[in-house]
């Protein structure tokens, strides 16, 4: 099993430029998530995904989009991108019976 | 809401030292607990977890933590410090719904 997995491993954008951040999972989990972290501030929740078809927002949602079309796929979507959007993006997952989640090594996103 | 609360951003030990991580949650149900360590550059595993059963968890690494729900503490240990230990170390907390909780991680060097 390959976990979790997510491109690009570093990216820099130019403010105003979209770009999608993949996160792929092989472990048939039903539920992933995206957090971005910050020094010093610790994990924020982006958005979530209970299932195909099924998205909602976490905590910090403003500026990003989601869609969840297949069980493996979770791609995170930057929408005109701002210097505050600058963090390391992070794909978890976990199944529905069990509350770890399993992290993927995480997207170094810079925006200048 | 759960909130988690990691005591002391920067933690310093001798090799072979008693590590000692502190973390206080808090929840209005009764919480599943977890940390996980992050080493520089990569992504979050999991260290240990208690979800229901023996308050004392063993993970791995030699660490273990114990739930007091008396003093809604999960504080992480580990008897005798390594330099591989070195990392950031996030205490977590989650109830029955989705996501995780982070506290905003401590960061633990050993010196030799």
């Known amino acids: 099993n390959a976990g979790v997995t997510q491109t690009p491993k570093f990216r820099i954008l130019k403010i105003g430029q979209s770009m999608t951040l993949q996160c792929a999972q092989d472990?048939?989990?039903?539920?992933m998530y995206w957090y971005r972290q910050d020094p010093g501030m610790g994990l924020k929740l982006i958005y979530y995904?209970?299932?195909?078809?099924?998205?909602d927002k976490g905590e910090v949602p403003n500026g990003y989009n989601v869609s969840r079309s297949t069980t493996e796929d979770f791609p995170l979507r930057l929408e005109l991108a701002a210097p505050s959007q600058t963090s390391v993006y992070f794909c978890a997952s976990r199944t529905g019976s069990k509350y770890e989640q399993y992290f993927g090594p995480g997207t170094r996103l810079t925006v200048t | 809401a759960q909130s988690v609360t990691q005591l002391g951003s920067h933690v310093s030990v001798s090799e072979g030292a008693l590590v000692l991580l502190r973390c206080n949650y808090s929840?209005?149900?009764?919480?599943?607990l977890f940390w996980y360590v992050q080493y520089p550059n990569q992504g979050l595993q999991l260290l240990l977890k208690y979800t229901t059963g023996a308050t004392l968890v063993k993970g791995i690494n030699g660490f273990e933590a114990e739930f007091k729900k008396s003093e809604t503490s999960f504080h992480l240990t580990k008897p005798s410090a390594h330099m591989s230990d070195a990392a950031e170390y996030f205490c977590?907390?989650?109830?029955?719904?989705?996501?995780?909780?982070f506290g905003k991680g401590t960061t633990l060097s050993v010196s030799s």
């Open positions: 995904s209970v299932g195909a078809g099924i998205t």
């Open positions: 977590a907390v989650s109830d029955v719904g989705t996501a995780l909780i």
């Open positions: 472990m048939n989990h039903n539920y």
């Open positions: 929840s209005s149900v009764p919480p599943y």
